[in-house]
């Protein structure tokens, strides 16, 4: 791993599941950008000879400012903004619904931003404002989770969704074993892309002949609010008192979902696996609360989505399939179909090897 592994992280670790809460921004940061800075002068996108332009203004949007996995993703945004000696932004709500972003993006349209990099929470609500941002010559970048490909330039893809969704399977039956059982899904909103896309793949592979003693009863929805996860997971098991495996695929579910299982008659009896960072869950791992779990580095996805916007927004790139730019740490970056841009295979982590990890 590049300089994203062990000591890259410490200052923005997450001190603990209840860290949800405490990881936010300062109140101006969730606030929204006010409509002064209109009267600033945009940077021109285009630049000459291929080159990075320096002094160029990039906002990071994430689902919800105040979520520790955006602290962590939108750092690794700050460092490639500033390593190509651009102007960082961050703003963003306190909630997910869908709607909630379009008046970030309306702002700052209005201040001219030259990129506008954005986890979207509907792929759809935020599309007409992500329009008349382009339309005004700003490139938008998506991370983490798409909008409809109609209103972005690229997206920086975190890994594999099928990938993503079939080992989360794998990796849930492989805890319970040969017997299996029923198993339910906690998932973030119900209109979150990615999540909906992993389901979507977690579906199917169950659907082949050796998950056949598994039985997907629920899937549920925690909206990425820690409380709500918490008590969807309570709900679950007392719904389905035989429940096997929970799989959990949002760093705020399954760590509001490793809570609940730590204090309760469930711990070791119900599996739980998805989509979470080490810090987060290495006590749970090491009580045997979780035994494995997987997830990509956060901080290295919005590295390179920062990179990526700087590209399309300096004019080195334009989005199509094929073209290639320099993403400082990580290298080289080849476009793919439909605008994507992959950052790799997720981790598998657990009580062998989560030590080596500080992020």
């Known amino acids: 791993m590049s300089k994203f592994s062990k000591a890259g992280l410490t200052a923005f670790a997450l001190v603990g599941v209840l860290g949800v809460s405490a990881c936010g921004s300062t109140k101006d940061d969730e606030s929204e950008p006010s409509d002064s800075a209109a009267t600033e002068e945009s940077t021109p996108a285009a630049a000459a000879g291929g080159e990075i332009k320096e002094g160029l203004k990039i906002a990071f949007l994430p689902k919800q400012i105040n979520n520790p996995y ?15 000696k651009g102007e960082f932004k961050r703003v963003g709500p306190s909630d997910t ?5 379009v008046s970030y993006i309306n702002t700052l349209t209005t201040q001219k931003q030259d990129a506008i990099v954005i986890s979207a929470n509907d792929p759809n609500a935020v599309v007409p404002a992500l329009d008349k941002a382009r339309a005004q010559g700003i490139k938008v970048v998506t991370y983490d989770s798409d909008t409809d490909p109609k209103g972005r330039d690229l997206f920086i893809n975190q890994a594999s969704a099928e990938d993503l969704g079939r080992s989360q399977v794998k990796l849930l039956s492989e805890q319970i074993g040969p017997e299996g059982g029923e198993i339910a899904i906690l998932s973030a909103t119900p209109n979150a892309t990615n999540q909906n896309t992993w389901i979507e793949f977690m579906k199917d592979e169950l659907s082949k002949p050796e998950y056949s003693k598994l039985k997907l009863v629920k899937t549920a929805y925690g909206n990425d609010d820690d409380q709500k996860s918490f008590e969807e997971t309570q709900g679950l098991l007392q719904a389905y008192p035989d429940l096997k495996g929970i799989i959990s695929p949002t760093t705020v579910g399954i760590a509001a979902a490793a809570r609940y299982l730590q204090d309760s008659e469930f711990k070791g009896k119900v599996k739980l696996t998805g989509l979470g960072t080490p810090n987060q869950l290495r006590d749970f791992v090491k009580d045997g609360t979780i035994e494995g779990f997987e997830l990509w580095n956060p901080e290295e996805l919005g ?3 920062g990179y990526a916007a700087a590209a399309l927004a300096s004019g080195t790139i334009t989005g199509k399939e094929g073209e290639s730019f320099e993403a400082g740490d990580l290298g080289e970056r080849t476009v793919a179909a439909k605008g994507e841009v992959l950052l790799g295979p997720p981790t598998v982590f657990n009580k062998d090897n989560i030590d080596d990890f500080d992020f």
């Open 70 to 84: 955006f602290t962590i993703s939108d750092k690794g945004g700050e460092n490639a903004v500033t390593a190509v």
């Open 97 to 101: 619904a869908a709607s909630s972003q």
């Open 303 to 305: 590295y390179l989505a």
